[in-house]
């Protein structure tokens, strides 16, 4: 595959430069939120939503999804799968708990850990206990502002039939301010 040109996987630029503030971490997320629900219109569930799998340029913050690998088709959009693939720090909790997983509320979850990675500059939960109690303490978030901590806590609701979906993150007043 091409690299585009000043582009960098967000792992490594996280690692390099640490956090990004709120207004360029929402200008990246809005964008792997439409990249995700415009593949699920298509029935392609990635399953490895991270850090490591999206390419940003540095100068203009466009992105893009890469690494297709634990992807695959489905011809029924409400299909649970309950075969793993992705990367477990990125994992929504009801995998852990029920061995299912929602393509549309998994990949949510995914996107939120994507998000903390852009806001704090590393992953929101330190095992699986945590991630199975939804529990983010290894950062003060009280630095968000309301509407971005909001985004978040809708993205990290433990039970999957409390979590948003694709419509309702686009329409989060965060991502259209």
């Known amino acids: 595959m091409e690299?585009?040109?000043?582009?960098?996987?967000?792992?490594?630029?996280?690692?390099?430069?640490?956090?990004?503030?709120?207004?360029a971490s929402l200008v990246i997320i809005r964008q792997i939120i439409q990249i995700c629900a415009d593949l699920h219109e298509r029935n392609i569930f990635?399953?490895?939503?991270?850090?490591?799998?999206?390419?940003?340029?540095?100068?203009?913050?466009?992105?893009?999804?890469?690494?297709?690998?634990?992807?695959?088709?489905t011809s029924d959009l409400n299909q649970?799968?309950?075969?793993?693939?992705?990367?477990?720090?990125?994992?929504?909790?009801?995998?852990?708990?029920t061995g299912r997983l929602d393509q549309v509320k998994s990949t949510v979850w995914s996107i939120g850990c994507l998000f903390y990675v852009l806001?704090?500059?590393?992953?929101?939960?330190?095992?699986?206990?945590?991630?199975?109690?939804?529990?983010?303490?290894?950062?003060?978030?009280?630095?968000?502002?309301?509407?971005?901590?909001?985004?978040?806590?809708?993205m990290f609701h433990s039970n999957p039939a409390n979590r948003v979906n694709f419509d309702q993150l686009l329409q989060h007043s965060s991502l259209n301010s």
């Open 3 to 23: 690299r585009p040109k000043n582009s960098v996987d967000i792992f490594e630029f996280s690692k390099q430069f640490g956090a990004l503030d709120e207004t």
């Open 46 to 73: 990635h399953r490895d939503i991270k850090d490591e799998n999206i390419l940003l340029n540095c100068e203009t913050l466009e992105t893009r999804l890469i690494d297709f690998g634990c992807a695959t088709e």
């Open 80 to 97: 649970e799968f309950s075969r793993f693939a992705g990367t477990p720090e990125f994992t929504a909790p009801e995998y852990f708990l």
């Open 119 to 154: 806001l704090f500059g590393d992953i929101p939960f330190e095992c699986t206990d945590d991630i199975q109690a939804g529990v983010r303490t290894k950062f003060d978030e009280s630095k968000l502002s309301s509407p971005v901590k909001s985004l978040l806590d809708s």
